[in-house]
């Protein structure tokens, strides 16, 4: 009898990291009955990722509505997704990370006694309130999950400091370098005539809830201030839809000479404007991932990141929402060659690529029961 299996993501992200796990599911058809079920917490980004990596969904919740609250998601995330349970009635229910979805879906499955697997597992700051509302959904994932799928030593040590069994930790890698392997190898056209190639380039994304308000007025400005005082350079921010962010990021950074303000890009154009970019400012965490498997050196919007490995191995420095800092890390990297590739050449500590092979040869070898 095969084993079946049901993915469930909602967001970009999940979809991005999920997606060579659902590939690699699919190769195993004489073993595995795969499903996917995605919430469509965000539609139109989600959309373009399910179309690069050919993938479609058995099901979809389709529950995204303007101005959506967290409770009000959750409440109808829940009731969705279980009924997919009873209907569909998965051996192993497979998330990824630490969305609402992932987090409902988890509790769901819980409720209805199937098991889960969590890929990108043990990822803390330790702060209940940044990431918001991420840290807590990934905490209560791992206290219900069967399979935690951690993508790094360190990652995996957290979980066994927080008391869950070794049996039940397996280290993977991550699957956001698979994912980005896979694209960077398709031809793309960026189609943007507007850039300089003598000039460099700084790509910037920045959208995180914690970051509302005065950090984010903080950062725009610190950006602002980098632009004008390095005409080598130049700036492209793909702005989130969300209107937190976009009402700051108009205000301050609108008709900035060398400033480009884009809408948000796919899966695929980013990746070859992020290979394309000198350096990457950001509040994103797939993004402390993937830059360093291109040698892009990362400055992180944060105050605190759950992707610590990042930082030791010198791929990533955390500068904060501080203007100054902002400011002298930037220009440092931008002027001091020895600063620029210590970082560029630094090995990236998140895998090899084959993250999603392990993960389904683990479920395969394992197959355990409740």
Do not use: W
Not at 70 to 78: D, E, G, I, P, V
């Amino acid at each position: 009898m095969r084993t079946r299996i049901l993915s469930i993501f909602g967001t970009r992200p999940e979809a991005i990291k999920m997606a060579p796990v659902v590939k690699e599911l699919e190769k195993h058809q004489d073993s595995i009955e795969s499903f996917v079920c995605v919430t469509a917490q965000h539609r139109e980004m989600l959309d373009q990722v399910l179309s690069l990596f050919e993938i479609e969904p058995q099901v979809d919740l389709d529950l995204m509505e303007a101005n959506q609250t967290l409770s009000s998601l959750t409440a109808r995330a829940l009731n969705g997704v279980t009924n997919v349970l009873l209907d569909i009635k998965p051996d192993i229910v497979l998330l990824q990370g630490d969305t609402t979805t992932v987090m409902v879906a988890s509790l769901a499955s819980f409720y209805q006694k199937i098991m889960v697997g969590h890929v990108e597992a043990g990822l803390r700051t330790y702060d209940k309130y940044s990431p918001f509302p991420e840290e807590i959904n990934r905490r209560l994932v791992s206290a219900m999950a069967t399979y935690n799928f951690a993508p790094t030593q360190k990652a995996a040590n957290a979980l066994m400091t927080e008391g869950f069994s070794k049996e039940s930790i397996f280290i993977t890698g991550n699957t956001v370098i698979d994912a980005l392997l896979a694209t960077i190898k398709k031809d793309c056209e960026l189609d943007m005539d507007f850039l300089d190639p003598n000039k460099k380039l700084i790509l910037v994304t920045a959208h995180r809830r914690e970051n509302f308000g005065k950090p984010f007025q903080n950062m725009c400005k610190a950006l602002k201030e980098i632009v004008v005082r390095n005409p080598d350079i130049e700036v492209v921010y793909p702005v989130h839809l969300n209107p937190n962010v976009r009402k700051p990021v108009n205000q301050i950074l609108e008709n900035t000479e060398r400033f480009h303000l884009i809408e948000p890009l796919g899966y695929k154009k980013f990746v070859h404007l992020m290979n394309r970019s000198h350096l990457v400012l950001t509040d994103s965490g797939g993004i402390q991932e993937e830059a360093p498997s291109l040698g892009k050196p990362v400055l992180v919007l944060r105050n605190e990141t759950e992707r610590p490995e990042a930082i030791e191995a010198g791929t990533a420095k955390l500068v904060g929402t501080d203007i100054d800092t902002i400011i002298n890390e930037t220009e440092k990297l931008l002027h001091n060659r020895d600063e620029y590739e210590k970082m560029a050449r630094a090995v990236n500590p998140y895998g090899d690529g084959n993250a999603a092979d392990r993960i389904v040869k683990i479920i395969l070898s394992e197959k355990r029961s409740l």
